[in-house]
């Protein structure tokens, strides 16, 4: 069972810049695709980044080209830098391996 932990959400004007974390612990080995998601209240669990073990990476056309998905295996995180923020992104944001999920992290975009 793989845990995994989010941090780094917040609140930030419109035109701002957070960085997400995701700390995964526990039965890890070799951990390959893990994903970023988010989800309004009342709305569906949306896929936002993927990244590969060798660091390929794609992104949701709404996000592509202001969010950068990358990790560090040494650590067994991954990061999701949100540049250019619009209050449409804001939502719970959750990391995702396997069949494991963290907590979530709230981001609020204020216009």
């Known amino acids: 069972q793989v845990q995994l932990v989010e941090s780094g959400g917040g609140l930030v004007q419109a035109g701002g810049s957070l960085r997400l974390s995701c700390a995964a612990s526990?039965?890890?080995?070799?951990?390959?695709?893990m994903r970023w998601y988010r989800q309004v209240p009342g709305n569906m669990r949306d896929w936002v980044a993927i990244i590969t073990s060798d660091g390929k990476t794609n992104y949701a056309g709404s996000v592509k080209g202001r969010f950068t998905i990358s990790r560090d295996n040494a650590k067994n995180t991954i990061y999701l830098q949100m540049n250019n923020l619009k209050p449409e992104d804001t939502a719970v944001y959750y990391c995702q391996y396997g069949s494991s999920w963290g907590q979530g992290t709230q981001v609020t975009v204020s216009s």
């Open positions: 526990g039965s890890i080995f070799n951990i390959n695709v």
